[in-house]
């Protein structure tokens, strides 16, 4: 056990990394380290330093430290960069907390979907982790305006295969102010993702902007 975790055991805040230090990764840092611990890890180490510096419960650490420490690790990269991640770095074991969209670089569209998903590509990249899709609809700049929307808290659809894992994010994230909702399994990220690529159309191509984010609403049958 390293000398990180043995420190951060002593109290009763989670320790979660970032791996990613784009705006999601800036939003999702500043948002988890409002009540908890946040490793910051990147390629790049000077930008995580940079991200980390900003955030008070923030650290920048090595990609291979925050694994070994943190209890559970979000993935805030290009789903593109997901695959060098898997060959470099060891996620056994770990909660993995996919937030990626495969969009086409010029955001015209998936690079696949409906019968396949990003998170499930994932999951067969690290087959000893225990992947989770999460956060995957929420624009960057909704954390910058906070998780409230006029008395309604944003909606963070929490999909995995893995119940005790699922549910220790659907905690996770819902301690931290998001309506965290169970939305079955990992197979769902087939709908999921092509749910995000519609949010982008309605943020940018239909004039909505960014400070929205998809919602059910429901009553009790009659």
Same mark, same amino acid.
């Given at each position: ?44 180490? @000077? ?10 419960? *923030?650290?920048?650490? #090595?990609? %291979? =430290? +925050?694994?070994d420490t943190a209890e559970i690790v979000f993935l805030a990269v290009p789903f593109d960069a ?61 954390? @910058? ?10 909606? *963070?659809?929490?999909? #995995?295969? %893995? =119940? +005790? ?58």
């Amino acid at each position: 056990m390293n000398l990180l975790r043995k420190l951060f055991r002593k109290d009763r805040k989670m320790t979660y990394a970032i791996i990613g230090t784009g705006n999601i990764a800036s939003g999702l840092t500043r948002t988890l380290a409002a009540k908890h611990r946040v490793l910051v890890a990147g390629r790049d180490a @000077e930008k995580a330093q940079k991200l980390a510096s900003t955030v008070k419960n *923030a650290s920048a650490v #090595a990609i %291979d =430290e +925050a694994l070994d420490t943190a209890e559970i690790v979000f993935l805030a990269v290009p789903f593109d960069a997901v695959s060098e991640l898997a060959t470099r770095y060891n996620f056994d074991n770990k909660i993995v907390v996919d937030v990626t969209n495969p969009f086409k670089a010029d955001f015209s569209g998936l690079t696949f979907g409906y019968d396949s998903s990003a998170a499930e590509k994932i999951a067969e990249l690290l087959p000893n982790a225990h992947v989770v899709k999460a956060l995957n609809t929420i624009f960057a700049q909704v954390y @910058e305006r906070g998780l409230n929307f006029e008395g309604r808290k944003v909606p *963070a659809y929490v999909a #995995a295969d %893995d =119940e +005790a894992a699922k549910q220790k994010v659907v905690n996770a994230l819902a301690d931290v102010g998001f309506d965290a909702v169970d939305t079955g399994g990992l197979l769902n990220a087939r709908y999921l993702e092509p749910l995000a690529y519609l949010n982008v159309q309605f943020g940018y191509m239909l004039g909505q902007g960014t400070q929205i984010a998809p919602a059910w609403i429901s009553r009790q049958s009659a």
